[in-house]
C-alpha cells in the first residue's frame, strides 16, 4: 500500500500476492499465515465502514480512508480462499500533461477533449476493466469551467475534483436486514432536482442508464460518465441493453433515438498488452439513420506493430472530418487546436 509505484493489489487466498506496477501483473514475495489471517484483514477493513462478510454474503465492497476501492470475496464461492483486490486511490491525480507525456494521447486530442468538455457535449468514456476509464474521466472533469454546480455520482468514490463547487453522492448497499439500500438510478434522479450544471456518473451498469438519457435530453448538457464496453459501437449495445434493464416496454428503435439523441461523443480507452493505456477512438454520435445509430471517428490510434521489447507501437492521427457539432464549438469561441478551426472552416 505504501509503494507509489503499484496500482492495484490482488490476493489470491494465502500463499499468492500479485501486483500491477506500470500496467503489468507482477508475483510478489508476500504471503499470509492462512486463509483465516487473510479474513481477519478483511474484517479489519469493512468492521469500520459497516459492511459485513460472512458465508450468507460472501462478497463485499469497501472503501479505504484514502479512497482506495476494496473488493472482497470469500468461500464457500471463492475456491482459491479469501481474496482482496485493492485498486489504490491515486493521492496526487493525474493532469492532463500526465496523460500527454504517458503516450495516452496527444497535446491536440487533449485540446480537442477540454474544447468538447467546455462546449458541454454529453461525453461517455468506454473501455475494458482497468483501462483508465476513471482517470480519463477525472481529467475531463478537470475541465469544466469553475463557478458551475457539480454532482458527482459514484459506487465508491473515485473523482477527485478541484472544483469549488461540487456535490459529492455515493451509493450504499442493503443493510443485515436487507434494508437501507440506495442505488446509483435514486441518486441520479434526486440530483436532477439539486440544481446540477453538470452530473458526473462514475460508472453506468444498470438501469440508472435510462435515467441518464432522460436526463442528457432533457437540458442537461455536459453531462459525463464511463461505461465497460470493447469499442464505440459496443457502447452503444450496451447502453440499449442496460436500458431495458430499467424494465421498460420501449422499444428498440425509440431507445436508439434516446441515444442518439443523448450522446455527442465516445471516448475509447484501452490497456494494451505492454501495459500502457492509450486512448484509441474520439468518436462522434451523428445520429440514427434507417433505425442505425451513426458514428464517425474523429481521432484514432492504429497499432503498426511491436518492437524487439515488446512495446507497442502505433500512431496516433485526425480523421480529417468535420463532426456535426463543430458549429457549436467555433460560434461559442471556444479555443481549438491549432489548425483545426480553419480544416473544419474548409469542410463546410
Not at 458541454?120 to 454546480?149: A, D, E, M
Not at 444498470?206 to 453531462?223: K, V
Not at 464517425?296 to 480523421?319: H, K, L
Request: proline fraction near 5%; charge should be negative; hydrophobic fraction near 40%.
Amino acid at each position: 500500500m505504501d509503494d507509489s509505484s503499484v496500482s492495484e493489489i490482488m490476493v489470491n487466498g494465502s500463499q499468492q500476492v500479485y501486483v500491477e506496477r506500470y500496467g503489468k501483473l507482477e508475483l510478489t514475495d508476500v504471503a499470509f499465515g492462512s486463509d483465516s489471517h487473510v479474513r481477519r484483514i478483511i474484517e479489519k477493513i469493512i468492521a469500520p465502514l459497516g459492511r459485513w462478510i460472512d458465508e450468507t454474503s460472501p462478497m463485499v465492497d469497501a472503501r479505504l480512508p484514502d479512497g482506495s476501492r476494496v473488493n472482497a470475496i470469500i468461500p464457500p464461492v471463492m475456491r482459491n480462499g479469501p481474496t482482496i483486490t485493492i485498486r489504490k486511490f491515486a493521492e496526487d491525480p493525474l493532469t492532463p500533461a500526465d496523460l500527454v507525456n504517458f503516450g495516452t494521447t496527444t497535446a491536440e486530442m487533449m485540446e480537442f477533449m477540454r474544447a468538447c468538455v467546455v462546449a458541454r457535449l454529453n461525453i461517455i468514456v468506454s473501455g475494458g476493466t482497468g483501462g483508465g476509464k476513471t482517470t480519463t474521466l477525472n481529467v475531463l472533469s478537470s475541465f469544466i469551467p469553475p463557478g458551475q454546480r457539480i454532482i458527482t455520482i459514484e459506487d465508491a468514490a473515485e473523482l477527485q475534483l478541484r472544483q469549488d463547487h461540487i456535490l459529492s453522492m455515493e451509493s450504499r448497499p442493503p443493510n443485515l436486514e436487507g434494508s437501507g439500500e440506495v442505488t446509483i438510478r435514486q441518486l441520479l434522479r434526486n440530483a436532477l432536482r439539486m440544481r446540477p450544471d453538470r452530473i458526473v456518473i462514475g460508472e453506468v451498469r444498470g438501469a440508472e442508464a435510462l435515467d441518464m438519457l432522460q436526463a442528457m435530453n432533457t437540458g442537461h448538457d455536459g453531462s459525463l460518465s464511463t461505461v465497460h464496453s470493447n469499442g464505440p459501437r459496443d457502447t452503444l449495445s450496451r447502453l440499449e441493453t442496460m436500458v431495458l434493464m430499467a424494465g421498460t416496454d420501449l422499444p428498440s428503435r425509440a431507445i436508439r433515438e434516446q441515444v442518439a439523441s443523448a450522446l455527442d461523443l465516445i471516448i475509447h480507452q484501452a490497456r494494451f498488452a505492454d501495459g500502457h493505456r492509450r486512448i484509441t477512438h474520439i468518436t462522434e454520435v451523428q445520429g440514427i439513420e434507417s433505425g442505425t445509430i451513426t458514428l464517425q471517428d474523429i481521432y484514432r490510434y492504429e497499432q503498426r506493430g511491436v518492437d524487439e521489447d515488446g512495446t507497442i507501437i502505433g500512431t496516433y492521427s485526425y480523421t480529417g472530418l468535420r463532426p456535426k457539432f463543430a458549429e457549436k464549438l467555433l460560434t461559442q469561441g471556444i479555443e481549438l487546436p491549432a489548425g483545426l478551426a480553419e480544416a473544419w472552416a474548409r469542410r463546410q
